[in-house]
């Protein structure tokens, strides 16, 4: 069998019953070789995330202020841990130089990722493993982009030293050393590097749910999980607000064609999602929609000039004035005389005002349209390319509700419908959409 990456996020990690069950985890099959780990989540409601911890730590220093108080918390979660696991070393030695550095450094990406790379030391004392501090692998350029060749390269080298090992998530090191981390979350992208790195069978992605839901539970009651997916229907779930993966996760292990597989440490039975490169043949049986996502915040501006179908280069106007004023749209959808963009809110603030009159100057439409408060869902799935009568039905669940449709943007992959809705139809909208398709 090939090499199996494990990423572990917070929660599976946030205590020392949860080492050993990740321990087990681990040598329930060999072919666990590399582990990722975050740093301690929390263990109640309530609880604090190291990394919050940390990053108020770095503030008080920053500011020349007492943080002994903070930072000796933070040095309790690690001594607890390593002391209920009788970890033999010097862990308080290694606490202490921790506190110094951050002191010295006064960085807050070194000191953020000082929650990982502790538990980084912890975990590879307790599985008995190497240890490969992520500063040495994942290359980030001057500039802070990750260098994702780069990267790749190093790591693999460093791969081929060690038959097994633990990574820290979360950070890497500019070209001079220095450290620098990922946006919030992003130890699913270290884990994701290291498994294209490692030509691994599957990144399996170790978090505290079991998988993808259909659908938001906080709006549908008990949804599905989805037991399949593919990275585009994942990506177009993820851009719509669904959330287990952090976004630039995907783009490693779907490039180097490695399937990911987010399971449940506290249900290590359950086999979760999988999220693949190909949908397989017998999955649009009996299950036509992979899931439904939405975003509220919306503004549909809706242009109408009579003649616009025939007149050069109106599209093209229309998105320079979006342009001109660095603004991204989300959606277009068109009819002969109209044309509607739809545009986030946040893109939005501050620059509506010019960007109609610019619209105005530009295009001399006939009325400019401005509908705020508007809800986008998108109804995803391969299945649904191949299935007769999926638009109808998502219609007429919508209009059986009462939901009244103010735009209709049907991907070119065929594989989603999205709707734009008024945002007080939004939970209506999404369990119309979900208990249309699935049948419990
Ligand atoms: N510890 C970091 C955070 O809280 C990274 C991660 O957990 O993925 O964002």
Request: charged share 25%; aromatic share 8%.
């Amino acid at each position: 069998m090939g090499i199996k990456v494990a990423k572990f996020g917070g929660s599976s990690l946030c205590d020392a019953e949860h080492f050993r069950k990740v321990k087990r985890i681990i040598e329930s099959d060999p072919d666990y070789c590399y582990v990722v780990p975050s740093a301690p989540g929390k263990r109640f409601d309530g609880d604090d995330k190291i990394t919050d911890l940390l990053y108020q730590c770095h503030r008080l220093v920053e500011r020349n202020h007492s943080h002994e108080e903070l930072f000796q918390r933070i040095k309790d979660r690690y001594s607890s841990i390593a002391r209920e696991l009788e970890l033999d070393f010097d862990v308080e030695g290694l606490l202490l130089e921790t506190g110094d550095d951050i002191r010295r450094l006064k960085n807050p990406d070194f000191a953020a990722s000082r929650g990982e790379y502790l538990n980084g030391i912890l975990l590879s004392k307790y599985l008995g493993w190497d240890f490969i501090d992520a500063k040495e692998v994942v290359k980030f350029d001057r500039q802070g982009n990750f260098a994702a060749e780069w990267t790749n390269e190093v790591m693999k080298e460093a791969l081929s030293n060690h038959r097994r090992a633990v990574i820290p998530g979360f950070y890497g090191a500019y070209p001079n050393g220095e450290v620098h981390t990922f946006s919030r979350g992003g130890s699913d992208i270290s884990g994701a590097i290291v498994a294209r790195a490692a030509q691994a069978e599957v990144y399996v992605n170790w978090t505290d749910v079991s998988g993808f839901m259909m659908a938001d539970p906080r709006i549908v009651d008990h949804p599905r999980v989805i037991r399949e997916l593919s990275y585009r229907e994942l990506r177009e779930l993820s851009y719509m607000g669904a959330t287990v993966l952090h976004e630039d996760a995907i783009f490693p292990v779907h490039k180097a064609g490695i399937p990911t597989n987010i399971r449940n440490t506290n249900d290590p039975d359950d086999p979760g999602t999988m999220i693949v490169m190909q949908p397989s043949e017998d999955r649009f049986k009996d299950q036509v929609i992979t899931g439904v996502a939405g975003h509220k915040n919306f503004t549909l501006l809706s242009i109408e000039k009579a003649m616009m179908n025939s007149e050069y280069g109106f599209g093209r106007r229309v998105l320079q004035a979006l342009e001109d004023f660095g603004v991204s749209f989300e959606h277009l959808p068109t009819g002969i005389d109209t044309m509607s963009v739809v545009v986030a809110d946040k893109e939005l603030v501050t620059r509506k005002d010019q960007i109609i009159q610019r619209i105005q100057q530009t295009c001399q439409p006939d009325s400019i349209e401005i509908s705020t408060g508007i809800a986008l869902i998108a109804t995803v799935g391969h299945g649904m390319s191949s299935t007769p009568g999926t638009a109808a039905k998502l219609f007429t669940a919508l209009s059986d509700a009462g939901v009244n449709i103010r735009m209709i943007d049907q991907g070119s992959s065929e594989m989603n419908i999205i709707v734009g809705i008024n945002v007080d139809d939004f939970e209506t909208a999404m369990r119309a959409i979900y208990s249309a398709f699935v049948k419990d």
